[in-house]
Nanobody, 125 residues
Framework: QVQLAESGGGLVQAGGSLRLSCAAS????????MGWFRQAPGKEREFVAAISRSGVTTYYTDSVKGRFTISRDNGKNMVYLEMNSLKPADTAVYYCAADHLGTARTMDRMSVDYWGQGTQVTVSA
């Protein structure tokens, strides 16, 4: 069992930066691929980024490549999403996700075992 709690969302102007954090509890954190998803109003939840259990390998959706960076600290049971050059199109609720025994390469909505409650990110023009 993994419980996830996001923090760090807020309101920022276009071009600005935010850092999301996800605190994980439970013994399966180190054996879980971790990721971030987002859901904008009226849209489906979409994949943003994923990181392997070791933290060595990362994956990103095309629209955030070069702007967002996912990282994890297995010693602290934490996952982060550094978001730079934010755009209004990045406005959404961001969710931390865990795929126990899964891989970052194959992470999607169906493979996620645990979700956080979400944190709102709003980017103004």
């Amino acid at each position: 069992q993994v419980q996830l709690a996001e923090s760090g969302g807020g309101l920022v102007q276009a071009g600005g930066s935010l850092r999301l954090s996800c605190a994980a509890s439970g013994r399966t954190f180190s054996t879980s691929a971790m990721g971030w998803f987002r859901q904008a109003p009226g849209k489906e939840r979409e994949f943003v980024a994923a990181i392997s259990r070791s933290g060595v390998t990362t994956y990103y959706t095309d629209s955030v490549k070069g702007r967002f960076t996912i990282s994890r600290d297995n010693g602290k049971n934490m996952v982060y999403l550094e978001m730079n050059s934010l755009k209004p199109a990045d406005t959404a609720v961001y969710y931390c996700a865990a795929d126990h025994l899964g891989t970052a390469r194959t992470m999607d909505r169906m493979s996620v075992d645990y979700w956080g409650q979400g944190t709102q990110v709003t980017v103004s023009a």
